[in-house]
């Protein structure tokens, strides 16, 4: 099984900031990975997949990037519906990390 | 539009069983698959395998393999999964997605199933 180690477990932070979020996969996955979003008592949104495609509808200020085993989210500039946990998912054998929840600092 | 609408709460008690329907709409529901994740409260989400809405093949995960079927009704454009031996830890809501093979998109609206006796 592919573990998938997301980093860091939560991030505070300010809107209008810039948020960097890491997962990394224990074997190579290629470019087969994707970004979602979960708001509480909600389902998950698809942000990005094939590591860098933004979903459609999803705004540019998010961006995904990597291949292989490092992966990145970036949120350009926080906004406030922009708190929620974040999870990234590879699709070679199916796992997910196990989340980074971003809070008001 | 593309959607996904399940099936609603469900309370069993342990080793009874389960299953939940996922109904399709929006896409011919013959072309695509469907996958089946969990989320245990507080705890990250977990694939359980997928169903191939057209020609009705499965893959489970090995966790659930043996305790876990997936079936769907192509006259319904419904996929289902049942979960038999239910015991507490399988508390959780359970999602459906349809995946084009490159997008896990739409998911259900999750559908919690209560383990308790």
């Known amino acids: 099984e592919i573990v998938m180690t997301q980093s860091p477990a939560t991030l505070s932070v300010s809107p209008g900031e810039r948020v960097t979020l890491s997962c990394r996969a224990s074997q190579s996955i290629s470019s087969n990975l994707a970004w979602y979003q979960q708001k509480p008592g909600q389902a998950p949104r698809l942000l990005i997949y094939g590591a860098s495609t933004r979903a459609t509808g999803i705004p540019a200020r998010f961006s995904g990037s990597g291949s292989g085993t490092e992966f990145t989210l970036t949120i350009s500039s926080l906004q406030s519906e922009d708190f929620a946990v974040y999870y990234c998912h590879q699709y070679n054998n199916w796992t997910f990390g196990q989340g980074t929840k971003v809070e008001i600092k | 539009q593309v959607q996904l609408v399940q099936s609603g709460a469900e309370v069993r008690k342990p080793g009874a069983s389960v299953k939940v329907s996922c109904k399709a709409s929006g896409y011919t529901f013959t072309s695509y698959a469907i996958h089946w994740v969990r989320q245990a409260p507080g705890q990250r989400l977990e694939w359980m395998g997928w169903?191939?809405?057209?020609?009705?093949?499965?893959k489970y995960s090995q966790k659930f393999q043996g305790r876990v079927t997936f079936t769907r009704d192509t006259s319904a454009s419904t996929a289902n999964m049942e979960l038999s031996s239910l015991r507490s830890e399988d508390t959780a809501v359970y999602y459906c997605?349809?995946?084009?093979?490159?997008?896990?998109?739409?998911w259900g609206q999750g559908t919690l199933v209560t383990v308790s006796s």
């Open positions: 169903i191939n809405a057209g020609n009705g093949n499965t």
């Open positions: 997605a349809k995946w084009d093979g490159v997008q896990l998109w739409p």
